[in-house]
């Protein structure tokens, strides 16, 4: 049994937003390489990034108008990429449904400026659509980058949807959009699935081979190891637990070799690749060195059921000590689960969760769905998490004014490094707000999560 190590949350309140409507699993991207993209139910998407003004580091909000979204539609996904070399370019997918009263309608739009000097410009590419009309309830939108024999590579987008069939949208670069592939000519992996995909994940390894996930609403979690020189599935795996899959995610572990699972090789330090599972009423589970053991070495997050329903996930190196630390966000208070890596004997390496953070007062009460996003700064973290509370009003205890941030955080010595700006956050009094976003930061110094 593991000590009660609940406390409050290491993180300081950085900005703080106001959303229309309220989000959801699949509304939240990273856009470039410093922005984020927020979307809404009610068809509004917001772009969060840091501005650095007058050598002070401040928040900035602004809604992107997206052309070609009803007033009447809700968005259910968002995702983006940048295209791969020597491609030059933003994209950026939303589907949504439109509802006219007697009928439905999903559409993807993929926006995308193919302008000399606007590839990269938001509100530039906000006004290029393609416009496609779909004939399924779309679910995750994601994207993944193709490689060919010949070194070439390609970006693309995989559509999830109650059809039970993940859709393939490829740029046709000489009429400048995109078009729906069949998806087993690039992914054969994907072509014959057991029930609706919630989330999916693809992660590229070594001699043009990759690993491929996927979590099904009907508890099925399938793994693939290609060759995508063919492609060819190499091996394949499936299990099946007692609740719909909400996250799957693949990640490299460095190891010391005699730690490792791969046997024979004669290194200091090898890489294993593992695979977190998370679900709505079970435990979250990683499957070690799944390249080699498939899903046959389980190992349980301890505690990880404790909480409400975990909807997603996250492997970020938390406290930048160079491993990988898993984040849980939930459906109640509970945020997410602070973890670490414990050698055990000679059998390689087990999860354990050290820490549990709420980073709510009960008086704040939210119910929620977060996703996150780490900065490219080296000593600032930036979370942000998509939330709304249970009767669609902001708690009393945020309807602040806006404060001013200081200028500099002054501390001693060695510790005075990248913290301007860490510490503020802005609010402004209003009503009937149904969806916040909040942005944490942390500097880490002389503090240690463990």
Not at 106 to 127: H, M, R, T, V
Not at 253 to 264: D, E, F, Q, T, V
Request: glycine share 6%; with cysteine; hydrophobic share 35%.
């Amino acid at each position: 049994m593991l000590p009660d190590t609940r406390r409050s949350c290491p993180f300081a309140e950085d900005s703080f937003s106001r959303f229309p409507s309220q989000s959801n699993m699949y509304g939240l991207c990273q856009a470039g390489e410093q922005e984020l993209l927020a979307a809404t139910l009610k068809g509004k998407v917001v772009c969060f990034r840091y501005q650095d003004l007058q050598h002070k580091i401040r928040p900035v909000a602004k809604e992107v108008q997206f052309t070609y979204i009803p007033v009447d539609a809700e968005i259910v996904s968002i995702d983006s990429f940048n295209k791969s070399s020597p491609n030059r370019g933003l994209v950026v997918g939303i589907t949504f449904i439109k509802d006219s009263g007697d009928k439905a309608t999903p559409f993807l739009n993929i926006y995308c400026d193919y302008e000399p000097g606007s590839e990269f410009n938001l509100e530039s590419i906000a006004q290029s659509c393609l416009n496609l009309e779909l004939q399924f309830t779309p679910f995750q939108l994601y994207h993944t980058e193709l490689q060919f024999e010949e070194g070439q590579r390609e970006t693309v987008f995989l559509l999830s949807g109650h059809d039970q069939r993940i859709h393939l949208y490829k740029e046709n670069a000489s009429l400048h959009q995109f078009e729906e592939q069949p998806v087993e000519k690039f992914f054969p992996e994907l072509s014959e699935l057991p029930s609706n995909v919630l989330w999916m994940d693809v992660l590229s390894i070594d001699n043009c081979r990759r690993l491929t996930t996927f979590g099904c609403q009907n508890g099925c979690v399938g793994l693939a190891l290609v060759n995508q020189r063919g492609p060819e599935i190499v091996s394949s795996w499936r299990l099946q637990q007692d609740s719909p899959i909400s996250t799957v995610l693949l990640f490299p572990l460095k190891l010391p070799a005699h730690n490792s699972s791969k046997a024979g090789l004669q290194a200091d330090e090898v890489t294993e690749y593992n695979l977190l599972v998370t679900s709505t009423i079970e435990m979250a589970v990683v499957y070690r060195n799944v390249e080699q053991n498939g899903m046959s070495k389980p190992v349980c997050l301890t505690d990880s059921d404790q909480c409400d329903a975990v909807l997603c996930a996250l492997l970020i190196d938390l406290d930048f000590d160079g491993q990988q630390e898993v984040l849980l966000g939930t459906y109640g208070q509970v945020e997410y689960a602070r973890t670490q890596f414990i050698p055990k004997r000679n059998e390689g390496y087990f999860f354990i969760v050290s820490r549990l953070w709420s980073l709510f007062s009960p008086l704040c009460s939210f119910n929620l769905l977060i996703s996150f996003l780490i900065s490219t700064g080296p000593s600032v973290l930036q979370i942000p998490a998509a939330k709304w509370n249970n009767r669609g009003t902001v708690p009393a205890d945020v309807e602040t004014k806006l404060q001013e941030p200081p200028a500099v955080s002054h501390l001693p010595g060695p510790h005075r490094r990248r913290t301007e700006g860490t510490g503020h956050s802005y609010y402004k009094r209003t009503s009937h707000i149904t969806g916040l976003l909040f942005i944490y930061s942390h500097v880490f110094f002389n503090h240690s999560l463990v």
